[in-house]
């Protein structure tokens, strides 16, 4: 099968490419290289794009016919949306929808999409089913929802086939310990802690100490990126249907604290990590954890890594290489 993967040297999409790869598969990968590694990549065709060229993607659309796309390509820091949102609306919506339409003029379907548990916003129960409410906090919440309803859209009008897996938290790296989370700047709490220990600084800011949560900090629901990428392939079967406009989250069903999680890789690191509280983000809800039944029904998928410790060290090799 022939598939392209876009944002393909990034952090989940570079396990995505080696997941296909692993099964014999030819995958293209198209990426700006704005935040991607090239060396995350190995063995497959590469065409430094910028879905926002629509001249170029036409182009490099119209040689090829791809089985189904992987699409990873978008802004990512909650935060800097905020900051942002012109940009974190182009790059995100605008970007996709040239991809959407591109797809269709050449008669391709099948588009696996990169959303995200941040469409969901402050949670009204323990743990977030697919159906509850789409209330986004966030400027990049709010460009993953315009994109699912796009999507339904054109699902509806013109058989466009499409599914929207719903992140929570992405951590650890490939057992390989050569592709893995490398931000700049890094947003995300275990690799953060994981470079701070690298660097001797030993440091953690928590943003927000009075959450109503277990010990104050916020919860989070950390899922293996091999088990999101392996998800993603699961769901290429659901595009055999007629119709196709579906959407699961991927997460493991289980909350950590921060502070759970600073404890969990002390142990791992054999470090202690010096904790700055500072006042609560913006955006940030006390609680995100995964209410995964759709996905273990439908697609028959449940996470490998069901042990945060084993997350953990993944990662931890990675940093170490």
């Known amino acids: 099968m022939k598939y392209l993967v876009t944002g393909g040297a990034g952090y989940i999409g570079s396990h995505m490419v080696k997941f296909l790869q692993s099964k014999k598969n030819k995958v293209t990968v198209f990426d700006n290289l704005s935040t991607g590694k090239f060396s995350f990549l190995s063995k497959c065709d590469f065409v430094k794009l910028d879905l926002l060229n629509l001249k170029k993607l036409d182009t490099e659309m119209s040689k090829n016919k791809f089985d189904a796309v992987f699409h990873f390509a978008a802004r990512s820091i909650v935060s ?3 900051k942002k949102p012109e940009l974190y609306y182009r790059n995100n919506v605008l970007a996709t929808k040239n991809l959407v339409n591109t797809m ?6 099948n588009l696996i999409f990169s959303s995200s548990a941040s469409v969901y916003g402050k949670p009204n129960q323990k743990k977030i089913s697919e159906e509850h409410k789409k ?7 709010k460009n993953k929802i315009e994109i699912e309803n796009y999507l339904k859209k054109v699902g509806f009008q013109y058989k466009f086939k499409s599914i929207s897996f719903r992140y929570f938290n992405a951590a650890g790296a490939d057992k390989s310990g050569k592709i893995g989370e490398d931000h700049d700047p890094e947003t995300h709490l275990i690799p953060s802690i994981l470079k701070s220990i690298k660097s001797k600084k030993n440091i953690l800011h928590v943003y927000g100490k009075n959450y109503k949560t277990k010990d104050g900090t916020c919860v989070r629901d950390y899922v293996h990126v091999n088990d999101i990428v392996r998800a993603h392939f699961y769901g290429l079967k659901k595009f055999k249907n007629k119709n196709c406009i579906l959407n699961y989250n991927i997460g493991s069903g289980h909350g950590y604290s921060v502070l759970e999680i600073v404890r969990a890789i002390e142990k791992v690191t054999k470090t202690n990590i010096k904790l700055i509280y500072k006042s609560k983000r913006k955006g940030d809800p006390a609680t995100l954890i995964a209410k995964c039944d759709k996905i273990y029904k439908d697609l028959k998928w449940r996470p490998k890594y069901q042990n945060i410790y084993k997350i953990i060290s993944s990662a931890w090799k990675w940093h170490n290489q």
Do not use: A, D
């Open 80 to 82: 800097e949306s905020e």
């Open 104 to 109: 269709m003029k050449y008669n391709m379907n």
């Open 135 to 141: 209330e986004p906090l966030s400027i990049y919440g």
